[in-house]
């Protein structure tokens, strides 16, 4: 299993600014799409952005010109700089990766979550 640890949550005011950052470790032979999605209270988990092997970028319309999605290939790493923050992107924020775990073996795991709550 890979396993996803993702840091950089907490508590901000409106406006302020939040780095995600998601770590992929174990076995791991290549990672395709990995990215964001977040799940407020009593709403479904949606998509926040997710980025390709080869740097191709997808935003929710909700965060596009807010937030940036970038990827450190060789720390098997992902971040997602979080601006102009508001109350509806509280929500708790989970990172997903799809790759392959040898030639034949594809994987998609999700890490454990972490908090973002936009507030004053």
């Known amino acids: 299993q890979v396993q996803l640890v993702e840091s950089g949550g907490g508590l901000v005011q409106p406006g302020g600014s939040l780095r995600l950052s998601c770590a992929a470790s174990?076995?791991?032979?290549?990672?395709?799409?990995i990215g964001w999605y977040r799940q407020a209270p009593g709403k479904q988990r949606e998509l926040v952005a997710q980025i390709s092997s080869g740097g191709n970028t997808i935003y929710a319309g909700s965060v596009k010109g807010r937030f940036t999605i970038s990827r450190d290939n060789a720390k098997n790493t992902v971040y997602l700089q979080m601006n102009s923050l508001k109350p509806e992107d509280t929500a708790v924020y989970y990172c997903?990766?799809?790759?392959?775990?040898?030639?034949?073996?594809?994987?998609?795991?999700w890490g454990q979550g972490t908090q973002v709550t936009v507030s004053s």
């Open positions: 174990g076995s791991i032979f290549s990672i395709d799409a």
């Open positions: 997903n990766a799809n790759g392959y775990r040898s030639v034949y073996r594809a994987f998609s795991d």
